[in-house]
Nanobody
Framework: QVQLVESGGGLVQAGGSLRLSCAAS????????MGWFRQAPGKEREFVAAISWSGGSTYYAVSVKGRFTISRNNAKNTVYLQMNSLKPEDTAVYYC?????????????????WGQGTQVTVSS
């Protein structure tokens, strides 16, 4: 069992930055690949970024590549999402999730555990 708690969301102007954190409970955090997803009102949950259990491989949605960076610190049981050059279309609830697979998936169904989400609002 893994419990995930996101933090770091908020209101920011377009062009600004935010850093999301996801703290995980349990001693098996380092064995999970981790992902970030987001869901805007009226839209489906979409993949944002993922990272392998070691941190050696990262994956990004086309819409955020070059602007967002995912990283993890297994000693702190935490995964991060650094978001730069934010746009109004990045506004959504952001969720972190844990995946038992060696290679993290890009679909919500691939993930086993989810956090409660944190709101990110980007004003124009």
């Amino acid at each position: 069992q893994v419990q995930l708690v996101e933090s770091g969301g908020g209101l920011v102007q377009a062009g600004g930055s935010l850093r999301l954190s996801c703290a995980a409970s349990g001693r098996t955090f380092s064995s999970y690949a981790m992902g970030w997803f987001r869901q805007a009102p009226g839209k489906e949950r979409e993949f944002v970024a993922a990272i392998s259990w070691s941190g050696g491989s990262t994956y990004y949605a086309v819409s955020v590549k070059g602007r967002f960076t995912i990283s993890r610190n297994n000693a702190k049981n935490t995964v991060y999402l650094q978001m730069n050059s934010l746009k109004p279309e990045d506004t959504a609830v952001y969720y972190c999730a844990a995946d038992r697979a060696v290679v993290p998936g890009a679909h919500p169904d691939d993930y086993d555990y989810w956090g409660q989400g944190t709101q990110v609002t980007v004003s124009s």
